[in-house]
């Protein structure tokens, strides 16, 4: 084989197809091929009709490719699991794939395999909302202490704290946070006693605080 000039033109092998006869080097017979991908390609024509040359090289890549593209198949990063196979744009692979929390969304395949996308967000939100949880623990407003978080209510967080005079009270972080709030409302009382008491009252300031104390127990001085 190899040695008789068959005549090839016109022949497809894969998706090469035989265009015309180029030239004889050592014995061989050169052709000139197309290939389906619209690639030009000379070969030998033992090579082609072996089945050894079956495109211009497209196929072998589209094959790398395929070998490349089932690696991520099913495969799990963190949260995210590959489902199936999106497609290339911008020579980038792109999956579909589902979040443990039960998202679904299209991921770049070299982030994931470089651990750049862990979740579809929700992990990121998760940890965004701990630092918020965290971020008060232990801080101090005026005269109030934040002990730990209580609970979560109309989008506001609210702080178990103690105020200097010992009482305990939830507040609302936003409050804490723009100084709305720096007692549990004996500031205000005791800037009250300070304000009315003058030395000359008829009562003394411990009569003052008591009194006070009772309007307050009546919500009338509260913070
Ligand atoms: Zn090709
Ligand atoms: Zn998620
Ligand atoms: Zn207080």
Same mark, same amino acid.
């Given at each position: ?8 033109v016109? *022949? ?5 197809t035989?265009?015309n006869?180029? $030239?004889? !080097?050592?014995k061989k ?5 197309i290939c389906?991908? &619209?690639?030009k390609?000379?070969?030998?024509? *033992? ?5 050894q ?6 196929? *072998?890549?589209e094959?790398a ?8 198949? &099913? ?5 995210? +699991?590959? !489902?199936?196979? $999106? &497609?290339?744009?911008?020579k980038?692979t792109y999956?579909n794939?589902i %979040?443990? %929390?039960?998202?679904?969304?299209v @991921? ?5 395999k470089?651990? #750049?996308?862990l979740s579809? &967000?929700? #992990?990121?939100n998760?940890? @965004?909302?701990?630092? *918020?949880?965290?971020?008060?623990t232990? +801080?101090i407003?005026?005269r109030?202490?934040v @002990?730990?978080?209580?609970?979560? $209510?109309?989008?506001? !967080?609210?702080?178990?704290?103690i105020c +200097? %005079?010992?009482?305990?009270?939830? =507040?609302n972080?936003?409050?804490? $946070?723009r ?7 004996c500031y205000?009382l005791?800037? @009250? ?9 008829y009562?003394? +300031?411990?009569?003052?605080?008591? =009194?006070?104390?009772e309007?307050?127990?009546n919500g009338?001085?509260?913070r």
């Amino acid at each position: 084989m190899g040695r008789r000039k068959l005549d090839l033109v016109g *022949q497809r092998f894969g998706r090469l197809t035989v265009v015309n006869f180029d $030239k004889k !080097i050592n014995k061989k017979y050169f052709w000139n091929c197309i290939c389906d991908c &619209g690639e030009k390609i000379i070969r030998p024509g *033992q090579s082609l009709i072996s089945g050894q040359t079956q495109s211009c090289g497209c196929l *072998q890549k589209e094959r790398a490719h395929e070998t490349h593209f089932k690696d991520l198949m &099913g495969r799990k990063f963190s949260r995210i +699991k590959v !489902i199936s196979f $999106k &497609g290339i744009y911008n020579k980038r692979t792109y999956w579909n794939c589902i %979040c443990d %929390c039960g998202k679904e969304k299209v @991921i770049n395949g070299d982030h994931l395999k470089r651990g #750049l996308i862990l979740s579809c &967000g929700c #992990l990121r939100n998760e940890r @965004i909302r701990e630092t *918020q949880l965290k971020d008060l623990t232990g +801080k101090i407003f005026g005269r109030i202490t934040v @002990i730990n978080f209580d609970r979560r $209510k109309n989008g506001n !967080i609210f702080w178990n704290c103690i105020c +200097k %005079c010992g009482k305990k009270i939830s =507040i609302n972080g936003n409050s804490l $946070k723009r100084g709305l709030t720096v007692s549990c409302g004996c500031y205000k009382l005791h800037r @009250i006693i300070d304000e009315i008491y003058d030395g000359k009252s008829y009562y003394t +300031k411990e009569e003052w605080k008591e =009194i006070i104390k009772e309007e307050t127990s009546n919500g009338k001085f509260f913070r």
